[in-house]
């Protein structure tokens, strides 16, 4: 089945580094969406992508939608002990189905 | 609003037996699916619904069967449990209207296949 390649699979970083993380596919997509989930629940929508090239922002967490629509960025700004959590990405095929990425595990130290 | 709920939170069956995970939304959503994720797998579409009588297979609907007679329900039904089937399983619901398809996701189940 089709699946995104989210990299990198998992990071460990200090409290108040910034953090990039991004996702590709072989396939377009009009939609980008970006999640996280956090231990024991189901994901959360952080920011969706519309357009290609778009910029978008939600507090420290910015994402881009790629040029070429084949790829996806997020990135986190002075990251605190509460980003910790598995970050997915997800585009959208067709109007109702969406194929999500393997997902970044990340960790933060205090 | 309670949102997306699921039940149960946890299940344990043998190879074989049958079992059905409930879904249910208060939203007056349009869209509901169910995914189940596995590690290193992220989330995989097993079945999707765009509305009550509706239904489609998603990438991975073997071995599950999903009804929609009314709006707020969704369930997912294993008919004949395998130990492949052990995973985390989440539903989710959007607002099929608009450009902004926000899907809302439930707290999960997580089923265990002996």
């Known amino acids: 089945g089709q699946q995104l390649n989210q990299s990198p699979q998992s990071m460990f970083i200090q409290e108040g580094e910034d953090v990039s993380m991004n996702c590709t596919s072989s396939?377009?997509?009009?939609?980008w969406l970006w999640y996280k989930q956090d231990p024991g629940e189901g994901p959360v929508l952080l920011i969706a992508l519309y357009k290609a090239g778009e910029l978008t922002s939600n507090g420290r967490l910015t994402a881009q939608f790629g040029i070429t629509r084949k790829d996806s960025f997020l990135n986190i700004s002075a990251s605190i002990p509460s980003d910790v959590g598995i970050y997915f990405c997800a585009g959208q095929l067709g109007t109702y189905k969406y194929i999500f990425g393997t997902g970044t595990r990340l960790k933060v130290l205090a | 609003n309670a949102g997306v709920t699921q039940t149960p939170k946890f299940q344990v069956l043998k190879t074989g037996q049958s079992m059905t995970l409930q879904c249910a939304q208060d939203?007056?959503?349009?869209?509901m699916s169910w995914y189940r994720q596995d590690p290193g797998m992220g989330l995989r579409l097993i079945h999707y619904?765009?509305?009550?009588?509706?239904?489609d297979q998603g990438e991975v609907p073997n071995g599950y069967n999903v009804s929609r007679s009314t709006t707020e329900d969704f369930p997912l039904r294993l008919l004949s449990a395998a130990p492949s089937q052990t995973s985390v399983y989440f539903c989710a619901s959007s607002d099929s209207g608009g450009l902004s398809k926000t899907q809302y996701f439930g707290p999960g189940t997580r089923l265990l296949v002996l």
């Open positions: 939203m007056n959503h349009e869209y």
């Open positions: 396939s377009i997509f009009n939609t």
């Open positions: 619904s765009v509305g009550a009588g509706i239904t």
